[in-house]
């Protein structure tokens, strides 16, 4: 097994009875600075991760030149992504009702103000669970 992902195994250790909730730190960042915002959310399942990393690239809709960075609860980083990329997948979801991607198409066409989708008010498309980082 390569290191990157013995790494990726011990961070997205399987949820049990005993810790059915892990904390896990995201970070807004411009390269080379320290980190804007930082908050912490309880996720149920490591699943949630990416969906979460998706909600705040397109709360930021930036031009590239932020960062998102994700830290486990044991504080290793488990994903830096940049917001582009985090927006560019929203884009290539293949789900047709997918949230994201709805609030995605209305930003860029200007359609009235954007709806705050805080993590825990939306519920991302199925394909999106499948397809996050820590599928299963």
């Known amino acids: 097994m390569s290191n990157r992902a013995a790494e990726r195994q011990r961070a997205f250790r399987p949820l049990t009875e005993e810790n059915p909730m892990s904390c896990f730190t995201f970070e807004i960042f411009r390269a080379g600075e320290a980190p804007r915002v930082s908050y912490v959310r309880r996720l149920s399942d490591d699943q949630e991760i990416w969906p979460e990393v998706e909600t705040i690239a397109l709360l930021i809709n930036d031009n590239g030149r932020l960062f998102i960075r994700v830290k486990n ?3 290793e980083t488990i994903i830096r992504t ?3 990329t985090a927006l560019n997948s929203i884009k290539e979801c ?3 009702a997918c949230p994201l991607k709805h609030e995605l198409e209305r930003k860029v066409m200007g359609v009235g103000h ?3 989708l805080l993590a825990g008010d939306r519920r991302p498309c199925d394909r ?3 397809l996050s980082i820590g599928e299963r």
Request: one cysteine or more.
């Open 73 to 75: 609860p044991a504080r």
């Open 82 to 84: 940049g917001v582009a």
């Open 94 to 96: 293949s789900c047709i």
């Open 114 to 116: 954007t709806v705050a």
């Open 128 to 130: 999106r669970n499948r």
